[in-house]
């Protein structure tokens, strides 16, 4: 048993699942948008990360990580909130290359705004639980405590995001206006609130994978949500941007690519995993593989 | 009798009038400073690359986030010649770095043609942010993140005999580069001014507009777009290898993803789908530490504060969401009092599916 | 068409004119250029450097601050043969400045760009202290073009040493072929039998480090040899190290040389220590300051010295130092006799003497081609404790140095190294070239016009 949980193949599964669950999150986010509003959210990644700053940085006057992160979660979602009504309400109807655009400005302003306000430079967050990686008999297990934190919470906040959509009243009206906007509308939902509220709840799950991500040993600083953006997108565009399963199952399946790729053939190669992804996936299924199964269900 | 010749769009009307934009612009030189030079050099080269971004996104409706991908091909192509080849004629290694670019832009077209809006923008943009890594990482050919050399561009002997004075090498040296880039890109404007008003420029935009009426007309969609593409990336990757040319060196950290931020807001800016917006969005790059430094100046920043030193992202960023909320058909869209006393009688549209 | 022709054209020059105009230099492009030589007047001698002052390796923003409060003190002191000594510094973010942020140059900077402002517009005499090895290798040939002497770079890289090609470079530090060799000797008497890995920056850095350490015969199996960009830090992709050190820990390797700039040699010993990995650490001077990497557990680690130790009484160039920073208010307000001197401090001040004494030597008529002759030939005394000499053949500079041993400062960051023993080693660049050992540090006077 020993031997196995400190087996390289262990090794590259808990690493891979352990970054997969943070694109996963990314890319349940943009989904989120995606099924609400039809728009690709360039800024995900800055807006979480800035949110994270806002938050975490509270750290710094006494405040426990706990409150830090759910202040970090509060100001992502005001802020998802604010961006869909003032950038993005103003788009609707237009060509989508619009609000593409006007959001890669607003990630270029956040993540400029960020480096003004706390400088560039890397900010290491006290992590509530130790990232010392476990020992077994004298061989390195590639599990610590804050990994299995890390994956415990996004597990949880999928899930709490999967039960709202399915069981609460709010989800039922969310997936109504998604799917059916004027007959929705007809029905007495107040589409254009679900719009925002798509945005809010988005937003919110975006800030706690910043959380996660910048409470890991790369800290935080104004980029660090660049890469698990870029990654995050390709795990919704793989798994169908309609689709909440297809995203999380394809934020798994790139944190193992990579990690696998990284270590069974070359850490030159590990960046360009994602790529080839999802070219196979989109040569194979334009929209995405997972699409059909969830557009039945929505 | 005249005007008339000149107002309808010929081919020759049009290289008249990229000759009187390029002997401007060069006439341009020789009042700058050498540094201002130097900068005009640089945003000429981001100029070709602007430009073939804003045929892309505005003639094609194809919007690419990879451009600075494609300037780092076209860049690693031409550095990895000059650098084992230091004698090849520029010409030879500006063309090759064309051909380069042309290629690359077609590997990404083969998937993407198939792709429409979000799912393509994701995709160029997951091609721009693997080529830093594979630059820094495949050393052997690359020079790593150290990047490769080149020798910086010799004044030639003929250009150097107009200069006098104690710095008439530096002077001359500045303004030679200068010239050459601008010239350079005078020659890919005309080029596109061309393919703006030819057969593909009109089934680009029919392809843009209504698909399946071009279909029905016979315009073959998937070779309409991958053309487009490729065309862009040749422009980009051009664009990209002069711009290496003029640092004498290619690194992977000249093409990081914001670049392709940068490239869009330029084209946005200036005027997508316009030969002026490329122009324009060319010189604003030539001289945005300036332009960063007035504003500076102007609101009491600090330059060295930690607001001053990310004032340019804040100003681009927001430029680039204030033009796209409020003047979506950039710079050139703006009433002018000089632009009302000559408006033209016949109206090309010239830009995209933008409103 | 002409009307079409005409409305751009009105854009465009006013367009170039004004963004152009907003610069200063617009009508003053001929300042400096009266003398035969740029940037020599009757009463003043002009340099200049690109260094980072702001970006990822602001950590070595001191060096350059360093010496120009030696310039500042002498020009207090009467300057050089009767000039003044002006330091034009400016920050190219270690040429990574197009990542866009927090570099206060401006995005669209470039170490070129910087250098074409202190050559066409501040017709500087030379770059003097400029850093970076791959952002110096950007800018040999425009320099050179323009026959700009590139003096004391600020890289341990072999690339300044070439005179027959670039006769007017010069290097200052040990080369990190040289300090390679020089840990493969330590390694081979006081580490024998343990696995050795090795993690380097992916450029020239990296690259001639661990060729030294090849020369002086220590074998690194492929599967440790490692590397990082430096531009990670920036992008985000920190992936590279952590992948590195995790290699490491489960290869089990015994001694870990680290060719990395400061920020990077934190990172890897974070990483370390949280996968609860320790091996002996050898760190490359230009990332071993301790100020600067901030981390409890570097201390144990050995690097290469090859400046006195700050708190070293005996040495007579120390109390001097402490002067000169703390007449300078502006680079250093809180400098006072208590302070720390760091490695960084103590490498400006070590050129900036350097260009001083080469200045003086070269008298009152002052060109190019007469200062590298000048300073092929000169003999330097410096606050380095092994010998400055340059020569036609060689224009590295330092050739070796001292094994030192970080030393513990409680539960706050290390202080500066101790040394180990006084032995200097010497050697040059190539695989050939010998290691000769010195019983003896060369401690050389403070020349007497400069105190």
Not at chain 2, 32 to 60: C, H, K, M, Q, T
Not at chain 2, 329 to 341: C, E, N, Q, Y
């Amino acid at each position: 048993m020993s031997a196995f949980l400190s087996s390289s193949i262990m090794h590259n599964i808990f690493g891979g699942v352990a970054q997969g669950v943070v694109y996963s999150l990314v890319a349940l986010s943009l989904v989120i948008i995606w099924q609400s509003t039809h728009v690709l959210n360039f800024a995900q990644g800055a807006m979480a990360m800035f949110a994270t700053y806002v938050g975490m940085t509270e750290i710094d006057r006494g405040i426990g990580y706990w409150w830090c992160v759910i202040i970090s979660v509060a100001v992502g979602m005001l802020l998802g909130g604010l961006t869909e009504r003032v950038l993005i309400r103003p788009l609707y109807g237009k060509p989508e290359i619009n609000p593409i655009v006007v959001m890669v400005g607003f990630l270029g302003v956040l993540e400029a705004l960020a480096a003004a306000i706390w400088t560039s430079t890397t900010r290491n967050i006290t992590e509530p639980f130790s990232q010392i990686f476990f020992h077994d008999h004298g061989n390195l297990v590639y599990l610590s405590p804050f990994i299995i934190y890390q994956v415990i919470l996004a597990l949880g906040i999928m899930l709490i995001i999967a039960g709202l959509f399915r069981y609460t009243k709010l989800g039922l009206q969310l997936r109504a206006s998604a799917l059916a906007p004027e007959v929705s509308r007809l029905l007495g939902i107040r589409v254009s609130r679900m719009l925002t509220i798509g945005w809010i709840l988005s937003a919110g799950v975006g800030a706690i994978a910043a959380v996660i991500q910048a409470s890991g040993s790369f800290g935080l600083f104004p980029t660090d949500m660049d890469g698990i953006f870029v990654a995050g997108f390709i795990a919704a565009a793989v798994g169908g941007l309609e689709s909440p399963i297809g995203a999380v199952a394809g934020g798994l399946l790139i944190g193992l690519a990579e990690q696998f790729i990284l270590a069974y053939w070359s850490p030159n190669v590990a960046p360009l995993g994602g790529i080839i992804i999802l070219v196979v996936a989109l040569m194979i299924r334009p929209q995405g593989l997972f699409t059909k199964v969830a557009g039945r269900r929505v | 009798m005249i005007r008339t010749f000149l107002r309808q769009e010929t081919t020759l009307s049009r290289f008249l009038g990229v000759v009187v934009l390029t002997a401007v612009t060069l006439a341009i030189t020789i009042v700058l400073p050498p540094v201002a030079d130097s900068e005009l050099a640089g945003g000429a080269a981001i100029a070709i690359v602007i430009l073939g971004l804003s045929w892309l996104i505005g003639w094609s409706g194809q919007i690419s986030l990879g451009n600075s991908g494609f300037m780092a091909v076209g860049a690693y192509a031409a550095g990895i010649w000059a650098h084992h080849h230091a004698t090849t004629p520029l010409i030879f290694t500006l063309f090759l770095a064309t051909v380069a670019g042309a290629i690359s832009g077609l590997i990404i077209a083969i998937p993407s043609t198939r792709l429409r809006g979000p799912y393509l923008a994701g995709m160029t943009l997951a091609f721009s942010a693997a080529v830093t890594p594979i630059a820094q990482n495949f050393t052997s050919v690359t020079g790593g993140e150290g990047g490769l050399f080149m020798n910086s561009l010799a004044t030639p002997g003929w250009f150097g005999h107009f200069f006098s004075g104690p710095n008439a090498t530096i002077n001359a040296n500045a303004q030679w580069t200068a010239d050459l880039a601008v010239f350079v890109a005078g020659i890919t404007f005309f080029f596109m001014a061309n393919l703006f008003h030819s057969r593909t420029g009109r089934a680009m935009r029919l392809v843009r507009d209504n698909d399946v009426a071009a279909e029905l007309m016979g315009v073959n969609l998937s070779r309409t777009r991958s053309l487009a593409f490729m065309i862009a990336a040749a422009y980009a990757g051009l664009g990209g290898a002069l711009y290496s040319l003029l640092q004498a060196s290619v690194r992977p950290e000249t093409f990081p993803l914001t670049l392709s931020i940068t490239l869009l807001t330029l084209m946005v800016l200036g005027g997508i789908g316009t030969l002026s917006g490329a122009v324009i969005g060319g010189i604003i790059f030539s001289f945005s530490a300036n332009l960063v430094a007035h504003v500076n100046s102007l609101t009491g920043v600090n330059p060295t504060s930690n607001l001053g030193a990310n004032m340019q992202g804040i100003i681009f960023g927001a430029l680039l969401i204030l033009t796209m909320l409020f003047v979506p058909r950039g710079l050139v869209s703006i009433k002018t009092p000089v632009r009302r006393l000559f408006r033209s009688r016949h109206q090309v549209v010239e830009a995209g599916e933008v409103h | 068409m002409f009307t079409k022709a005409r409305r751009p054209l009105t854009l465009i020059s006013a367009l170039v004119l004004s963004l152009a105009g907003l610069s200063t230099g617009l009508l003053a492009s001929n300042a400096g250029a009266a003398g035969s030589t740029p940037g020599v007047t009757s009463n003043s001698i002009t340099i200049g450097a690109t260094v980072p002052l702001s970006g990822i390796a602001v950590s070595y923003a001191p060096v350059s601050a360093a010496a120009n409060a030696v310039f500042k003190w002498v020009d207090s002191h009467g300057g050089i043969n009767g000039r003044q000594i002006k330091y034009i510094r400016l920050d190219d973010c270690y040429g990574l400045a197009s990542y866009g942020l927090g570099c206060t140059a401006g995005a669209s900077v470039t170490t070129l760009s910087q250098n074409q402002v202190l050559v066409a517009q501040d017709h500087v005499f030379a770059t003097v202290g400029s850093l970076g090895t791959a952002a110096e290798e950007s800018v040999e040939s425009y320099l050179k073009q323009n026959d700009v002497p590139q003096l004391f770079v600020n890289s341990g890289s072999k690339a300044w040493d070439d005179p027959s090609k670039y006769p007017d470079l010069f290097g200052f530090q040990t080369s990190y072929n040289a300090e390679g060799k020089i840990f493969a000797h330590y390694i081979k008497t006081h580490l024998a039998g343990k696995t050795v890995g090795f993690i380097g920056q992916n450029d020239d850095f990296g690259a001639n480090g661990f060729l030294g350490l090849q020369d002086g015969g220590i074998n690194i199996a492929s599967a440790n040899h490692l590397s990082y960009n430096a531009a990670d830090a920036i992008t985000g992709s920190s992936s590279d190290i952590q992948a590195d050190v995790g290699t490491l820990a489960q290869n089990k390797v015994q001694v870990v040389v680290l060719d990395s700039v400061p920020g990077f040699t934190a990172g890897i010993l974070e990483v370390a220590k949280a996968l609860g990995y320790s091996p002996t650490w050898i760190i490359s001077n230009v990332g071993a300051d301790p100020t600067s990497v901030d981390q409890p557990s570097e201390a144990g680690a050995i690097t290469l010295d090859y400046f006195p130790s700050a708190t070293d009484t005996g040495d007579q160039w120390i109390p001097w130092i402490r002067q000169v920073l703390t007449a300078d208010k502006a680079d250093f307000p809180k400098f006072n006799a208590s302070s720390v001197l760091t490695g960084n401090e103590l490498y400006g001040v070590g050129y900036a003497v350097a260009f001083a004494e080469t200045l003086k030597a070269e008298g009152r008529n002052v060109t190019r081609a007469g200062f590298v002759k000048t300073l092929e030939s000169a003999k330097l005394s410096d606050p380095a404790i092994t010998p400055l000499q340059y020569s036609g053949s060689n224009h590295q500079g330092l050739q070796g140095g001292v094994i030192a041993k970080i030393a513990a400062n409680g539960s706050s960051a290390p202080v500066l190294a101790n040394l180990t023993n006084t032995t200097v080693f010497t050697t040059g660049n190539s695989a050939s070239s010998p290691l000769a050992q010195s019983p003896k540090l060369t401690i050389s006077p403070i020349p007497s016009w400069l105190k």
